[in-house]
């Protein structure tokens, strides 16, 4: 499992850095896009991977039978957070298009 | 009643603005007055908490006041933390965003939509950053600021803004990325993110795991470097500020700082006197001098007056990032009271910028077309404008550009000097006057950059001034109204205080450095007994 997760977010997080680089705006957001699901699962992992755990403890001693709340409530903020920048940007680059009447990053073709 | 508002005194400076904003929302944009009283009157409450607040933690030497959220254990639950230093830097940021309401008024904050709002949030993103005592809060109070900042960054609409806007957002969030990696490194590694608790974990993390929480450390600073625009992460910034209204530039001369905040207030805790060594120390002071260098080639290589106030942003957050390299508390105490009067006048300088230029750009022609589609109900109330063609305008005009100008400068008499004595002191004695020990290379060219940055500084402004005071006059004087001026006197008028009462001043920021370089104070308050619900 460690190992799907690991290659799973090099490869987001690759692709993400490869879009982000690329001169289209569109690219640019969903580059933006692949590098939060990347970091989200990443802050996931951080608490520890365990299969079948409850993040509720009820009151019995053995903390490793459960899994880390804290990264879980982290990966929520952060996905809402992401979700709200990304439309943000969205409409940004909307406007971009619309006023430069392209869809380069830097509202020129070079 | 007294009692029970102080006891939560260090949480109002969040919940004031988020109040203010959310009710300056549901207000439609037609009624331009209502929400203006709103956020004034909002700001002028946030400007008396902050003061309270500054009052509050200096009764008695440092004397910190937590507030822990739903009344949690500190290392489980969100803390609020006020100390001098933060409390120092809500209070600055109150005064440049009543001056920067007041600017507003004569036309900017009609000039789109939800411009009061968006502040209000903006206000609350930064007093949050500046109080709160726990890395991921720090995240969302981050965001919250960003959030707000993208959308007042393109106030007032045009291409040129949209355009920097558009990397403006860009680089924040691949930022906020790198941000969220650290943050779950430094979480993963030493589980926790209260930073008093981490400070206090940070010895006893194994060896094995003490590369991994280095890097995440060093990830986490880069995100706040690019905040705080370190050469080279700072390409964005000039751009960015020059092309963002007056007023949201003038309140941006903060967000810069808050990366620099930052930046001072974890790597002393975290890595301060008495810790682990410190792993960036001497990437600060290299990085503070590179961006020294770069602003100072950018002040003199930059046409318009904004972007020349923009790299002067740049050569403050290299001088106060070199200086924190320095890891010294006299050169702290210096670089603190350099923060303060360089963002006053920093600000001051994006304010002036707009009203010398006024008339020069097209700038005014777009400004014209979109008061005009947003404030049609309103006569645009030119009645108390100063004059039309008295010279009084521009003698006022030129007499603080004239003085803004010195204290980015440092030059004498006003705060600028003051401050740049006074690190400068520090840095070539480091252990006080008199005890004689060795200057290094990296002293005397810090040393050099900063006096070479004052004296380009210097020759841009004259030519500057030169250029808009001195040139044949062809009948286009700025016409600006008492609301401009005021702000612009207000913030001026601040430097001169902090100049004449340079002493007091210094006391405060020296008994702040001294407090920030012994971090157990901070940690003891935050995980001892003690502290306020």
């Not at chain 2, 409450?45 to 937590?66: H, Q, R, Y």
């Not at chain 2, 500190?74 to 001098?84: E, K, N, R, S, Y």
Request: hydrophobic share 55%; aromatic share 8%; glycine share 10%.
């Amino acid at each position: 499992m460690e190992a799907i997760l690991a290659i799973s977010i090099g490869v987001l997080a690759g692709s993400g850095v490869w879009l982000l680089l690329r001169p289209r705006s569109f690219q640019v957001i969903i580059g933006l896009s692949l590098i939060s699901y990347a970091v989200n699962l990443f802050i996931f992992s951080m608490g520890g991977l365990k299969t079948d755990a409850a993040p509720i403890v009820d009151g019995i001693a053995d903390a490793s039978a459960y899994a880390d709340p804290v990264p879980q409530a982290l990966v929520l903020t952060a996905i809402v957070i992401g979700f709200a920048m990304t439309a943000l940007f969205l409409v940004v680059l909307l406007a971009a298009r619309g006023l430069t009447g392209t869809d380069h990053v830097d509202g020129q073709e070079r | 009643m007294m009692e029970s508002l102080f006891a939560h005194i260090a949480i109002l400076p969040i919940v004031l603005p988020m109040l203010a904003g959310i009710v300056l929302v549901l207000i439609e944009d037609r009624h331009h007055r209502t929400k203006l009283v709103i956020d004034i009157v909002a700001t002028v409450l946030l400007l008396v908490v902050a003061l309270a607040l500054l009052v509050n933690v200096n009764n008695g030497g440092p004397n910190l006041s937590t507030y822990r959220l739903g009344d949690w254990p500190v290392p489980f639950g969100i803390v609020l933390v006020a100390d001098p230093l933060a409390a120092l830097m809500v209070l600055l940021t109150a005064i440049l965003a009543l001056s920067t309401i007041v600017f507003s008024v004569a036309r900017w904050h009609r000039a789109g939509s939800h411009f009061h709002s968006l502040f209000q949030l903006l206000l609350m993103g930064l007093n949050g950053a500046f109080l709160t005592g726990d890395l991921f809060n720090l995240f969302v109070f981050f965001e919250v600021l960003l959030a707000a900042s993208y959308g007042l960054m393109l106030h007032g609409s045009g291409t040129v803004r949209i355009k920097a806007g558009l990397h403006y957002i860009a680089v924040n969030l691949a930022t906020s990325s790198l941000f969220l990696i650290g943050v779950s490194l430094i979480y993963g590694v030493t589980g926790t993110l209260n930073m008093a608790d981490l400070a206090h974990r940070i010895p006893l993390i194994p060896e094995e795991s003490r590369m991994l929480f280095e890097a995440g450390a060093a990830i986490l600073g880069i995100a706040f470097l690019v905040k705080a625009g370190m050469w080279p992460l700072s390409f964005w910034l000039p751009t960015t500020y020059a092309a963002a209204s007056p007023p949201v530039a003038a309140m941006f001369a903060i967000m810069s700082k808050v990366g620099i905040y930052v930046v001072l207030r974890l790597s002393l805790l975290l890595f301060g006197e008495g810790a682990a060594a410190h792993p960036g120390e001497q990437w600060l002071l290299y990085g503070g001098i590179a961006t020294i260098a770069f602003g100072t080639v950018g002040v003199l290589s930059s046409q318009a007056t904004a972007r020349m106030a923009a790299f002067c942003v740049l050569v403050s957050s290299g001088t106060l990032l070199a200086m924190i390299g320095y890891e010294n508390a006299g050169v702290t105490a210096g670089a603190l009271y350099y923060l303060v009067s360089s963002t006053l006048a920093l600000s001051c300088m994006f304010l002036l910028a707009e009203l010398v230029e006024r008339g020069r750009s097209s700038e005014a022609d777009v400004l014209a077309v979109t008061l005009e589609a947003f404030g049609d109900d309103e006569e645009p109330a030119h009645d108390e404008e100063i004059g039309i063609a008295t010279p009084l305008t521009l003698a006022m005009l030129g007499i603080a550009f004239l003085c803004c100008a010195l204290v980015i400068a440092g030059m004498p008499p006003f705060s600028g000097f003051i401050a740049k004595f006074a690190m400068i002191g520090a840095v070539l004695n480091p252990q006080g006057l008199g005890a004689s020990v060795g200057i290094s290379i990296t002293s005397w060219v810090l040393v050099a950059l900063l006096i070479i940055s004052g004296l380009a500084a210097t020759i841009a402004m004259l030519r500057a001034g030169i250029n808009i005071f001195w040139v044949t006059f062809d009948g286009e004087v700025p016409r600006v109204s008492i609301a401009e001026m005021l702000p612009v006197l207000l913030l001026l008028g601040l430097c001169v205080i902090l100049t004449v009462l340079a002493g007091p001043a210094m006391g405060y920021m020296q008994a702040t450095a001294q407090y920030l370089h012994v971090p157990t104070d901070y940690v003891g308050a935050l995980l001892g007994e003690g502290g306020m619900p």
